[in-house]
């Protein structure tokens, strides 16, 4: 009797263990620095995401797509986009550039309310890029983490999307920051 019980006691321990480990591994993902061949810039992601997808639009800019899907319902996705006709250093127009182009993806991801664009965002590195955030849920309830940025000849449109906000801060800072312009 003194062993089994300590056999259920040590199975237990191992499963609780174990248990604890995967659960970790969720929110202690790595991620890794990428270049966006033919694009011109990189982001971080998560290892093993799939390679990006070349589409062209309308104007013939090129735009670059990923989606990483963990096992733990986020979604961690690029959209880069190659302007075939650049727009210059105006402020005002790179952030209507982004606004515009977020409400596009927004109509494609079915989003069903938003917190409203966040604009004035910059990189300190470079001086030239601006950026624009904003948060966003589906008609499904999944809440959407976005960032996005541009420099008048590329945009970089990151999104975390899942159940709820990542619980990894840093990992969620450096993707949706890791956007740049190489």
């Known amino acids: 009797m003194k ?3 300590v056999n259920l006691f040590f199975i237990s321990a191992i499963l609780v263990f174990t248990t604890n480990i995967f659960s970790q591994n969720s929110t202690e993902l790595k991620l890794e620095k990428v270049f966006v061949k033919g694009c011109g810039c990189s982001v971080y992601l998560p290892p093993y995401t799939p390679p990006f997808d070349l589409a062209y639009s309308e104007d013939s800019s090129q735009i670059y797509t990923t989606e990483y ?7 961690f996705g690029v959209i880069a986009v190659k302007l075939a006709e650049p727009i210059g250093d105006n402020v005002q127009e790179k952030e209507l550039l982004i606004t515009r182009y977020l409400d596009f993806i927004k109509t494609l991801f079915e989003i069903h309310s938003s917190t409203g664009y966040v ?3 910059t990189l300190d590195s ?14 499904q309830g999944y809440k959407y983490s976005v960032q ?10 990151l999104y975390i999307a899942g159940p709820g906000e990542y619980p990894n801060q840093s990992v969620r800072d450096l993707f949706l920051n890791g956007f740049d312009f190489d």
């Not at 001086?127 to 008609?139: E, L």
């Not at 996005?148 to 449109?157: L, Q, R």
């Open 126 to 139: 470079k001086p030239n890029v601006v950026g624009v955030i904003d948060s966003w849920q589906d008609k």
């Open 3 to 5: 062993i089994r019980c």
């Open 69 to 75: 899907s963990g096992d733990d319902n986020y979604y």
């Open 119 to 121: 604009k004035g965002q």
């Open 148 to 157: 996005s940025w541009t420099d008048g000849n590329k945009i970089g449109v």
